[in-house]
């Protein structure tokens, strides 16, 4: 089954670090966001990814041809014109990069990649979101329900820090509120080829009228996940990440 990575909008409200960079390729740790994502899939064994580039997509394909420069030492002998790698740091990936535009809707998007798909379903994710959910239970979840459609339901955090009160004391600073309590779609998902029908154009935002029908139609199931999920909107979300990862509880890293 293959897993579909939306990487190609710009990352406007991270124009920090996306004015030189895709928001995919911002780094958590060393490593580019999507290639965090990718290694939660392949620790599941899902290893076959299609990449939908737009926005700086060049700099995706160049991360990926390089890949070994990138994660490797290597000693570089100029005068023979060779290259020596002391190890490879290799992954068992087989990733296709598909230039679908910079100005292509998320749903125009994936409708550029349906000659790739040839499964009867496959993942779909964002290029810019963790999560600790168990990737094969999903699938799972989805092949049994037989619907067209089914997400990962997430109750996130709320986007500020909260005061604990009793009365008008203060009695605790609290770096993360609860949120309302709410359900959001959590962006990973699996999905049967015919979701395809449901695109119209290059225009076609994803998120709207392809889920709403398929909601109507009965088409569309949510897998609930109590545990970790996390986007990458904004700096202090990147940051957050940077700390989780650097002080060795990152609850997204399960492949070691």
């Not at 994710?125 to 619907?147: E, M, P, R, W």
């Not at 993360?176 to 695109?199: C, E, Q, T």
């Not at 709403?212 to 904004?234: C, H, P, V």
Request: aromatic share 14%.
């Amino acid at each position: 089954m293959k897993v579909v990575i939306l990487a190609g909008g710009i990352g406007s409200r991270l124009s920090e670090e996306s004015v030189v960079r895709p928001k995919p390729l911002i780094e958590i740790g060393g490593m580019p966001i999507i290639w965090h994502i990718m290694k939660i899939y392949s620790y599941y064994g899902f290893k076959d990814f299609i990449i939908c580039c737009g926005y700086k997509g060049y700099l995706i394909k160049e991360f990926f041809s390089n890949y070994f420069l990138h994660s490797s030492d290597l000693t570089i002998d100029l005068e023979n014109d060779k290259i020596i790698y002391h190890q490879k740091n290799n992954e068992p990936w087989k990733i296709t990069l598909v230039d679908t535009g910079d100005n292509t809707s998320t749903g125009g998007r994936i409708k550029k990649i349906k000659k790739f798909i040839t499964e009867e379903n496959f993942c779909l994710t964002y290029g810019d979101g963790l999560s600790a959910v168990n990737i094969k239970k999903l699938v799972n979840f989805h092949i049994k329900n037989k619907k067209k459609g089914t997400l990962i339901a997430v109750k996130p955090q709320g986007r500020f820090g909260s005061l604990k009160l009793e009365g008008n004391k203060v009695e605790q600073f609290l770096e993360k509120s609860p949120g309302d309590g709410g359900w959001v779609n959590g962006g990973f998902f699996v999905l049967n080829k015919d979701i395809f029908n449901y695109i119209r154009s290059e225009k076609t935002i994803w998120e709207r009228e392809p889920l709403e029908r398929l909601s109507k139609n009965n088409q569309l199931i949510s897998y609930k996940f109590n545990g970790f999920w996390y986007a990458m909107d904004t700096l202090k979300d990147k940051n957050y990440l940077e700390n989780l990862w650097s002080s060795g509880k990152a609850p997204w890293k399960i492949w070691c």
